[in-house]
C-alpha cells in the first residue's frame, strides 16, 4: 500500500558543502514538493536562494518539524549533529534521510533505528558511492562470480586536504570505503586493525591505514589521507579467477577487469609444486551514465511511498559506524586489533 500519493515537501537541514548537491537533487525529482534549506549561517541560506529561486529558507529547525507539509527531512551536517536532528524529526513524524557517517556512535544508531521503526518512518544513510554505476557493476560482478573467490581488496583514498576538526580522517574518508567494502561482501569484518598519525593538527589523526578481516577469509586494506600530493580514489580486488581495479579519478574507463591469476598445481612425486601464471585480456565493461546521488534521492522517494527497506537503511549506516569506532580505538591504541560485536 503507498503511504503517500501527494508531492513530498522536504526540508535540507546543513546548506555548507554537501548541502547544496542534495538540495538540486530534489528539486530534480518530481515527486518532492516544495524544498526548503535550514541553516544557522545566513549567508549560507542567502548563496542558497540566489542559486535556487524557488527553494524557500529558514534559521529554525522547528519551522520544519512543525509543519505538517513537510514529510521529509534530509540531514547534512557535522556528524556530532546527527542523531539529535534525526531523533528530533522522527518524533515528529518526518521520513529522514541522513548522510555519512550516520551518526556519532553505534548506540545512537540503534536508537534511530528502533524509533524509525517505532514510527513506521523511512530511514535511510547517505552512502552515495553505493549508487554509483562502478560500484553497482563491480558488486555485480562479484556476486556472479565473475571473479571468483575474493582473496583480498585494497584501497587508497587520499588527498591534500581538506583538515578537518571536528574528526579524524577515519571518520571522514573511511566510510566511503567501508560502506563500498560491506556491500560488495554483504557483511561486516570480524575484526579491525588500524595506524595513524595526527601530523597538522594535534589530536586529530590525517593519516591511516586500516586492515580489516572478514568471515570469508578476504582480508581489506584501506589507506585513507589528508597529506598526499595527488588525490587518489583507486580499489583492486584480487580473486581466484580474476583481478579487478577500479578508479574513480578515471574520466572514461573506471572499471577495468583483468584476466590474470596464478594456479598451485601439487607435485606428482618429490618434486617441487608448479605455479601456473596466467595473464589474459584486460576489458573494461560499459557502464551506466548517471549520477549516483539523483538515484540516492529517488530511492529515498521511492521508500517513503511504498513502505520500502532503503538498499541503505539504518542498519547499512550502523555496520559503517561500528567499523569507524573500531579503527578509531584501534588507532588510539597503537594498533591493537579490535572486535566488531
Excluded at 52 to 60: G, L, M, P, R, W
Aim: aromatic letters at 10%.
Amino acid at each position: 500500500m503507498n503511504r503517500t500519493s501527494e508531492k513530498i515537501d522536504v526540508g535540507i537541514v546543513g546548506c555548507g558543502y554537501w548541502g547544496p548537491n542534495l538540495i538540486r537533487n530534489f528539486l530534480s525529482h518530481k515527486g518532492f514538493g516544495q524544498v526548503i534549506g535550514c541553516d544557522l549561517d545566513q549567508s549560507k541560506l542567502e548563496r542558497i536562494q540566489q542559486r535556487y529561486a524557488s527553494v524557500k529558507v529558514t534559521s529554525d529547525y522547528e519551522d520544519l518539524l512543525g509543519s505538517n507539509k513537510v514529510g521529509a527531512v534530509a540531514i547534512a551536517t557535522p556528524v556530532k549533529a546527527h542523531y539529535q536532528l534525526a531523533r528530533d524529526a522522527l518524533q515528529a513524524g518526518k521520513h529522514v534521510f541522513v548522510e555519512k557517517p550516520f551518526t556519532s556512535s553505534s548506540a545512537e544508531a540503534l536508537q534511530l533505528i528502533k524509533l524509525a521503526d517505532e514510527k513506521n518512518l523511512t530511514l535511510m544513510v547517505g552512502h552515495t558511492f553505493e549508487y554509483s554505476p562502478p560500484v553497482v557493476k563491480i558488486g555485480e560482478l562479484i556476486s556472479g562470480g565473475t571473479l571468483g573467490e575474493i582473496y583480498f581488496i585494497s584501497s587508497s583514498r587520499v588527498n591534500l586536504g581538506l583538515h578537518r576538526k571536528d574528526v579524524s580522517v577515519i571518520w571522514d574518508l573511511a566510510s566511503h570505503d567501508f560502506s563500498i567494502i560491506f556491500s560488495w561482501l554483504k557483511t561486516s569484518p570480524l575484526r579491525i586493525t588500524a595506524l595513524g598519525k595526527d601530523y597538522v593538527q594535534r589530536g586529530i589523526p590525517d593519516v591511516a591505514f586500516i586492515n580489516m578481516e572478514f568471515p570469508s577469509g578476504c582480508v581489506a586494506h584501506v589507506e585513507v589521507s589528508w597529506l598526499a600530493p595527488s588525490k587518489l580514489r583507486r580499489t583492486a580486488v584480487i580473486g581466484s579467477e580474476k583481478m579487478l581495479v577500479y578508479d574513480d579519478t578515471e574520466v572514461m574507463e573506471k572499471v577495468k577487469i583483468y584476466d590474470k591469476g596464478v594456479d598451485y598445481k601439487d607435485p606428482d612425486s618429490f618434486g617441487e609444486f608448479q605455479l601456473s601464471y596466467r595473464a589474459g585480456d584486460i576489458i573494461s565493461p560499459q557502464l551506466e551514465n548517471y549520477e549516483p546521488l539523483s538515484l540516492e534521492v529517488a530511492h529515498f522517494f521511492e521508500c517513503i511511498c511504498n513502505g520500502k527497506r532503503p538498499k541503505t537503511d539504518g542498519f547499512s549506516g550502523l555496520r559503517v559506524v561500528q567499523a569507524l569506532e573500531a579503527a578509531q580505538s584501534s588507532l588510539e591504541n597503537n594498533g591493537h586489533p579490535e572486535v566488531i560485536r
